[in-house]
T-cell receptor, first 114, second 118 residues
Framework: AQSVSQHNHHVILSEAASLELGCNYSYGGTVNLFWYVQYPGQHLQLLLKYFSGDPLVKGIKGFEAEFIKSKFSFNLRKPSVQWSDTAEYFCAVIPTSGTYKYIFGTGTRLKVLA | SQTIHQWPATLVQPVGSPLSLECTVEGTSNPNLYWYRQAAGRGLQLLFYSVGIGQISSEVPQNLSASRPQDRQFILSSKKLLLSDSGFYLC?????????????????FGPGTRLTVT
């Protein structure tokens, strides 16, 4: 069955530290990949997405993610986090054919200390 | 621009009572519509999705049902709530698109409904 794994459930960082959140998926075919963020009290919103082309994609607020097909990974990175990045982050995938089901990871709660 | 509405925002219902949560989308036509339940530490569990009026796919056997009476309206229902139905319910939509990868583009999420069954 298709699945998405986010290995870091809770991450605590100090401001200016670098961030990397892991995301691995299990699916043998082609997928579209997404990272969503949910700030406290706000809607889930898209951070970035990857469909094809350059495997390094840039999103809003200085976030980027790298798709490594051989590792089935789509890790999220930010060189220097801010207190305002405190939120929950979700990785999601959807196969490019045959289904309209998005598969989400369990999420990573990030707390950035000022 | 497109917007998505969910109501109510919070709901407290006794066990055994019926449920109706509503989701409507504005500013787009023929969207794909989704109901999720979000639980702490479990991510988003897909409950139902719909690619058109009257077309509902159920992902998890449970006490809930969904309907799509109009193009941009998606309703989550239950005849008799269970304690285990408590949770945070999210509605989302995505563009239906015409072909290829555009068909499976990003989703747009509503503000959610916090349901507490007592």
């Amino acid at each position: 069955a298709q699945s998405v794994s986010q290995h870091n459930h809770h991450v605590i960082l100090s401001e200016a530290a670098s961030l990397e959140l892991g995301c691995n998926y299990s699916y043998g075919g082609t997928v579209n990949l997404f990272w969503y963020v949910q700030y406290p009290g706000q809607h889930l919103q898209l951070l970035l997405k990857y469909f094809s082309g350059d495997p390094l994609v840039k999103g809003i607020k200085g976030f980027e993610a790298e798709f490594i097909k051989s590792k089935f990974s789509f890790n999220l990175r930010k060189p220097s986090v801010q207190w305002s990045d405190t939120a929950e982050y979700f990785c999601a995938v959807i196969p490019t054919s045959g289904t309209y089901k998005y598969i989400f990871g369990t999420g990573t709660r990030l707390k950035v200390l000022a | 621009s497109q917007t998505i509405h969910q109501w109510p925002a919070t709901l407290v219902q006794p066990v055994g009572s019926p449920l109706s949560l509503e989701c409507t989308v504005e500013g787009t036509s023929n969207p794909n519509l989704y109901w999720y339940r979000q639980a702490a530490g479990r991510g988003l569990q897909l409950l139902f999705y719909s690619v058109g009026i009257g077309q509902i796919s159920s992902e998890v056997p449970q006490n809930l049902s969904a309907s799509r009476p109009q193009d941009r309206q998606f309703i989550l229902s239950s005849k008799k709530l269970l304690l285990s139905d408590s949770g945070f319910y999210l509605c989302a939509w995505s563009h239906a698109g015409t072909s290829g990868r555009g068909l499976r583009n990003e989703q747009y999420f509503g503000p959610g409904t916090r349901l507490t069954v007592t």
